[in-house]
């Protein structure tokens, strides 16, 4: 497997930032330090030149054209598609769509697996930590089709109560779509046995793997998910492109989701046919220069090695919870056992807000508010958070930092 032979013994962290020319930026005269990597991580030079390359050197709208550089911004683009089917382990590269992102592909599979098979009284389960890109398409189905949303509830520690959810299963659940990895918790969900459990109940499932692909092995075989979304832009690929994954029986079965050119094999006013998968959910011209750059995305993750990435980022997120910790009136939100690198916190008498400016003031990046999980933050009973989230190129020193900064900011706050 390329994957371990890459995983080199020590992981050089300096060498690793020296690939983001970003990070030499300074922001209110202090050198960035970069904490809102879930919300979008920052692009390697290799994804910079990737996306330049293509428009430097071979632009061109891809599959109807017989000239040159339409045939290599045809390849370049469908390399990226077996680039990912190798990421995520799907069998076949017609099983991989390419989308604009995670809330895309769920909202295709709502639109169009959802409107084919839900009726009135039918039950979908989500779960209470996800975002609301997860919460809205299935609402708006439920809405239009009578049928019902239930919630799988979480812990004070922010965990699924697993129980809970076995017991909200049953004769009428016909879809269960779960968050792989919390963006506001960083709770990683046991969801190898949700998709079990969902199956024996006859449900189909679907995972949103926008914070996971990131920091997590993904093997949807091994999952047995049904369907898998995901965003390029959440690792260290370009924004506005992404990939949802389905099984390809199922993708066969459902209709189209927007019609236009490329979706369609012939066109007659009469009645037109749809063309093969993946090309039957791709309508109109793609977003080709990000999808050629996320391969360039991904080739940078096998460099670096996805293992060396994950004990580096499980090192920052140890390092920084026992750091913040140990500040006084601080309170982590979410401290599940299995965690990606996000830390999520509030502080006596300070609202977020305000700490993320005097942080930003002193040019540490972080994420404050609801981070589009309104109703986890409801039952947390707090407006929102402050999230630091961490990537392959963040250090321990940065840390300090940070820890340093809250302590400033408090102390102006109180
Ligand atoms: N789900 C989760 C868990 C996310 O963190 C995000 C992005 N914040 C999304 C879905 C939506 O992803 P995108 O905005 O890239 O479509």
Known sequence: MIKEAQIRESYEVEQVRREFPILRREVKGKP???FDNAATTQKPQQVIDALTGYYTGYNANIHRGIHTLAEEATAAFENTRDAVQRFIGADSREEIIFTRGTTEGINLVAYTWGRQNIKAGDEIIISAMEHHSNIVPWQVLCEEKGAKLKVIPVNEKGELLFEEYIKLLGPRTKMVSVVHASNALGTINPVRQIIDAAHKAGAVTLIDGAQSTAHLDINVRDLDCDFFALSAHKLYGPTGTGVLYGKKELLEAMPVFQGGGEMIKEVSFEKTTYNQLPYKY?????????????????????????????????????????????????????????KTSVISFVVDNAHPQDLGILLDNQGIAVRTGHHCTQPLMDFFCIPGTTRASFAAYNTRAEIDELAAGLQKAIKLLS
């Open 32 to 34: 960035l330090i970069y």
């Open 282 to 338: 791709e309508a109109g011209t793609p977003n080709i220069a990000d999808t050629i750059a996320f391969k360039a995305a991904l080739d940078f993750i096998y460099r670096i090695g996805k293992e060396q990435i994950r004990r580096h980022e499980e090192d920052l997120l140890g390092y920084a919870t026992a750091q913040l910790r140990a500040i006084r009136g601080l309170k982590i939100i979410g401290e599940a056992a299995e």
